[in-house]
């Protein structure tokens, strides 16, 4: 069945270090690969998307690398400040269906 | 620029009530769908229409309908409410009939009781 998955549900970093947020998705046909990030009580904000015709795409202190092999989709975050916190999704496209299909999410948490 | 706008933002019902929630997408974006987040997992896709046209629909029951306007607004209606209704509604608006470029609301916070 279709299935976006997370590897953690929380993750705690220091400001200033690096954060790698995990997914797992089921469903090879799958072509395109969003990460939202979800503030407490707003919706979903677009982070950065990649193709599966790619393996990384870069944004601003963010890096999404997707490997196809494994389904395996991640999320690097650079310099992790405060207001990265927030609950991450990745969510995952069937063009034929036109709908997202959103994982679980991973809450991150920044230590001072 | 104004976002997408949800109204209202929370919302209390009683079990067996109906509810109408309201989305108004981006100025110029056609196609709006619908998402329904449960506490502590991801949304799940309800509807999508486009041009005034369903062009998707989730696993949701019938007692979940939508329609979308002329201007291209777009109203979500929940029948027979039971108390796993309770949830986030998201509607979400992007220019073409594509999952490309969503952008989303705030979400309604409907509770069940």
């Known amino acids: 069945g279709e299935s976006v998955g997370l590897h953690l549900p929380t993750l705690s970093v220091q400001e200033g270090d690096n954060s790698i947020i995990n997914c797992a998705y089921s469903?090879?046909?799958?072509?395109?690969f969003i990460w939202y990030k979800q503030e407490s009580g707003k919706g979903p904000q677009f982070i950065i998307d990649?193709?599966?015709?790619?393996d990384k795409r870069q944004g601003q202190r963010v890096t999404v690398l997707l490997n196809k092999t494994v389904k395996h989709l991640s999320l690097q975050i650079a310099a992790t400040q405060p207001g990265d916190s927030a609950v991450y999704f990745c969510?995952?496209?069937?063009?034929?269906?036109?709908?997202?299909?959103f994982g679980q999410g991973t809450r991150l948490t920044i230590n001072p | 620029d104004a976002g997408v706008t949800q109204s209202p933002t929370h919302l209390i019902k009683t079990r067996g009530q109906h509810v109408t929630l309201r989305c108004s997408p981006i100025?110029?974006?056609?196609?709006v769908s619908w998402y329904q987040q449960v506490l502590g997992q991801g949304p799940q896709f309800i509807f999508q229409?486009?041009?005034?046209?369903?062009?998707g629909r989730g696993n949701f029951p019938d007692r979940f309908s939508a329609r979308q306007f002329p201007n291209y607004s777009s109203e979500l209606n929940v029948n027979a409410l039971l108390l796993g209704d309770s949830a986030l509604y998201l509607c979400?608006?992007?220019?073409?009939?594509?999952?490309?470029?969503?952008?989303f609301g705030s979400g309604t916070r409907l509770t069940v009781v």
């Open positions: 229409y486009y041009e005034k046209e369903e062009r």
């Open positions: 100025s110029g974006h056609k196609s």
């Open positions: 969510a995952e496209i069937h063009q034929g269906a036109q709908k997202l299909v």
């Open positions: 979400a608006s992007s220019l073409v009939w594509a999952t490309e470029g969503y952008t």
């Open positions: 469903n090879s046909a799958s072509d395109y």
């Open positions: 990649i193709r599966s015709n790619m």
